[in-house]
């Protein structure tokens, strides 16, 4: 992004490894902007929630960039970027995705001038709970849902109430990037930036590895 203007955005799409694919898209996008690394003045990554893998190489290597040149880092929820992607203009939104185990990612957004502000903290909850736990914290405020995946809310017996209040759930697109970088330059323009240090992942829930791998040390004692 140049001044608010996205230049350049690639989706990963088909089976390649993520792993694989970052560094020579992004080669990819500064070329075509006509950009080196070094001419970024800032990184915004996505920190969080979503698979362990995936989260993981996108701060390992924001952080790589970030010690290399001595820019600064805006760390953006994947979840808040979905939420500024709502169109419905409600000033609660509920942003959600699948994270298997029959449960869901979300979290609960409060508009506040050109932003938003997180309602307690990011979750992975079942379905009906999320969306229980969202009208409780709304009250009787209508609320603009989004979501990856909105059969799992919508076959909730909990979104009754929700839709017979005339709600709906808005389908997310799957390419993030230009919201994490508009809200990860308002982060800058703010003096809101971290660190390679100071950056952290926010997975929400422990990764499937240490679930399966604490249990099954669990069961061998």
């Known amino acids: 992004m140049r001044d608010?203007?996205?230049?350049?955005s690639?989706?990963?799409?088909?089976t390649s490894e993520y792993s694989s694919w970052l560094l020579p898209n992004v080669d990819l996008a500064l070329a075509a902007s006509r950009l080196g690394i070094g001419d970024v003045d800032v990184f915004a990554v996505a920190a969080g929630?979503?698979?362990?893998?995936?989260v993981r190489m996108g701060l390992a290597t924001v952080k790589a960039w970030s010690e290399a040149l001595g820019k600064g880092i805006a760390s953006v929820s994947r979840l808040e970027a979905m939420a500024a992607e709502a169109v419905a203009g409600n000033q609660y939104v509920a942003a959600s995705f699948d994270a298997h185990r029959d449960q869901v990612y979300g979290g609960l957004f409060l508009r506040q001038g050109t932003g938003f502000v997180l309602v307690e903290e990011e979750m992975a909850a079942a379905p009906g709970d999320f969306i229980a736990w969202v009208s409780h914290r709304a009250q009787k405020e209508r609320v603009s849902?989004?979501?990856l995946d909105p059969e799992k809310l919508t076959a909730a017996e909990a979104w009754q109430s929700r839709a017979a209040a005339g709600e709906r759930v808005e389908t997310s697109t799957i390419?993030?990037?230009p919201?994490?970088?508009r809200i990860g330059r308002q982060r800058a323009l703010d003096g809101h930036l971290t660190d390679a240090l100071r950056l952290d992942a926010q997975y929400v829930r422990r990764p499937d590895a240490e679930v399966f791998w604490k249990g099954a040390a669990s069961r061998a004692r």
Request: glycine share 20%; net charge negative; proline share 4%.
């Open 179 to 181: 919201a994490i970088g």
């Open 10 to 14: 690639i989706a990963h799409e088909g």
């Open 4 to 8: 608010g203007e996205v230049l350049k």
């Open 145 to 147: 849902w989004i979501s």
């Open 49 to 54: 929630p979503g698979s362990f893998t995936g």
């Open 175 to 177: 390419v993030l990037a």
